[in-house]
C-alpha cells in the first residue's frame, strides 16, 4: 500500500508543472495566532473527555491504570470498552495532527521562521498526549520517527544534500533515539504497564522479538491466507465487507503471542 502511494505520488509530481516551477521551498507556512489557540484548546478539552471515559470505563480506577486496562480488556477479552464516536473521531484528528504539526515546526525552523513557533510545538506535545491514551506506544514512536525522517529530507532539500549536517542535530537526533530506548519501559509503566523485568531484559525482548516471530513464521511452512483471515489489511478488508454486505469478509484480529523461556 505505501509503494503504491508513493508511486502514484511521484508519478504527479513529475507531471505537475505546477509542483515543477512553484518555489514551495522557500516560503514558511504561516498560522494565525488564534487558529493555534483554537486548536490547541481543543486538543486539551479532548484529552480530558479521553481520560475521564477512560477512568470511567475502568471502574474509577486511577489514569495509568484505567489506560492499561481499557486496552488489556479490548485486546484479550470479548468486552468491548470503547469511547463514543464523537470522542474517537476528535481523538483521531488530534493524533493524526502531530504529523503536521511535526513538518511545520522542522520546516518554519529550516527557513528561521520562528513565529508562533512556541503554539506549534505546544500543539506538538499536546497531539503525543493524546497518543499516549491509547496505551499503546506504537504511534508515537511512529511519530517521532516519521519527524525525523521529515527533518532530514527538508534539511537536505533546502540546505542541500551535499552539505555536511551540523554536528549538534546529529548528536541531538542520536540522544532523542537513546532516550527513547532508556524510556521505553518507563513510558509503559505510565500507561499502566508495570513490568518487573530490569531494563536491559526488557529492551532485548523487544528487539529480538522480531526475529523469533520470523523464526516461528518459517517452521511453520503456512505461508500466505486467504483475504478473509489477513491481518496486515484486516481494518480495509472489515471495512470492505460491512460497506458492501460481504459477511465472509468480515473477521477478528487474531495475533497470539509468543513465549520463549518465559519471554
Known sequence: MFLFISLMVQAFWKKSKIL??????LKPIKIEKWKLIGFAGLQVITILLVCINLIDLSG?????????YVRTTNLFTDENL?????????KCVCTISGYIWGYIFIYNSLLK?????????????????????????????QLIVATLVMWYILNG?????????????????VAALMA????????GNLMGRESVRTAGEYIAIYMSAELKNLDSFVRTGDFGAPIEKWQTLIYVVNYIGNR???????????????YVLFF
Open 20 to 25: 515543477q516551477t512553484a518555489n514551495v521551498l
Open 60 to 68: 474509577g480506577k486511577p489514569l495509568s491504570e484505567a489506560i492499561g
Open 244 to 258: 458492501f454486505g460481504i459477511s465472509s469478509l468480515v473477521h477478528e484480529l487474531d495475533t497470539p503471542f509468543l
Open 113 to 141: 521562521y520562528k513565529k508562533n513557533i512556541v503554539l506549534i510545538i505546544c500543539n506538538f506535545l499536546l497531539s503525543m498526549g493524546c497518543m499516549l491514551t491509547d496505551g499503546a506506544r506504537t504511534n508515537l514512536i
Open 180 to 187: 527513547l530506548v532508556f524510556g521505553f519501559q518507563g513510558l
Open 157 to 173: 532539500r533546502i540546505k542541500g544534500w551535499r552539505k555536511k549536517t551540523n554536528m549538534k542535530y546529529a548528536i541531538f537526533c
Open 82 to 90: 470503547s469511547l463514543p464516536r464523537i470522542l474517537r473521531e476528535m
